[in-house]
């Protein structure tokens, strides 16, 4: 039996948003983080770490049932996020055979991207999936058990990405557009993004 759960990445800080919070910019009358963080729930077990216990981003997620991580202001890069992320998962749940990893910042991640991990981890449990789109890989990527101890391993800001490099067991899920690939990291990325849906 394989069991898959969604680790939510959203300790960072958004230094590039020069004050606001990237995370908490307004999409179809929600929040960014509310906003994929109920897609992931929806779809079963879900974990996201936090800078901090009370952060703001706290607040957004008051209604849901998802397990949260605090940083505690340590690191809160990528690779230190995926780290505890992992470490915690495996000590609630030692039944969890894939853990799909998205950063909170993607826009177009929705509840049927994440579904199509959960339908590939049962097909191929043994394999890395990572999303792929017009643009070339990107998030979210699924890491199968084995992959496990690699991942608590990950420091400061550097993600899977060698880890995924390494391995001769990689799958792909296909994406248009830019699913896989869009982050939107400042003020302008948010203004340019909002002014192409709008046209």
């Not at 974990?47 to 397990?67: G, N």
């Not at 910042?105 to 043994?126: C, R």
């Not at 248009?176 to 909002?194: N, Y």
């Amino acid at each position: 039996m394989y069991k898959c759960v969604t680790l939510i990445l959203s300790a960072g800080y958004s230094t590039r948003m020069r004050g606001a919070d990237k995370l908490l910019e307004n999409i179809d009358g929600m929040t960014q983080l509310y906003r994929i963080a109920k897609a992931a729930a929806e779809n079963g077990d879900t974990y996201i770490t936090l800078p901090f216990r009370d952060h703001p981003r706290e607040e957004v997620l008051a209604s849901m049932s998802i397990t949260k991580i605090y940083l505690d202001d340590k690191n809160t890069g990528m690779g230190s996020s995926i780290a505890e992320g992992v470490k915690n998962i495996q000590s609630e749940d030692a039944n969890v055979t894939g853990i799909i990893i998205i950063p909170a910042d993607m826009p177009l991640i929705d509840y049927n991207a994440i579904q199509a991990f959960f339908t590939a981890h049962s097909k191929f449990p043994q394999s890395i999936i990572q999303a792929v789109d017009d643009n070339g890989p990107g998030h979210p990527v699924l890491f199968p058990r084995k992959y496990f101890k690699d991942l608590i391993m990950l420091k400061k800001e550097i993600g899977g990405r060698g880890i995924i490099k390494k391995s001769e067991n990689t799958k792909v899920l296909k994406f248009r557009g830019s699913v896989a690939t869009l982050d939107l990291d400042t003020p302008e990325d948010w203004e340019k993004w909002r002014s192409g849906r709008a046209n």
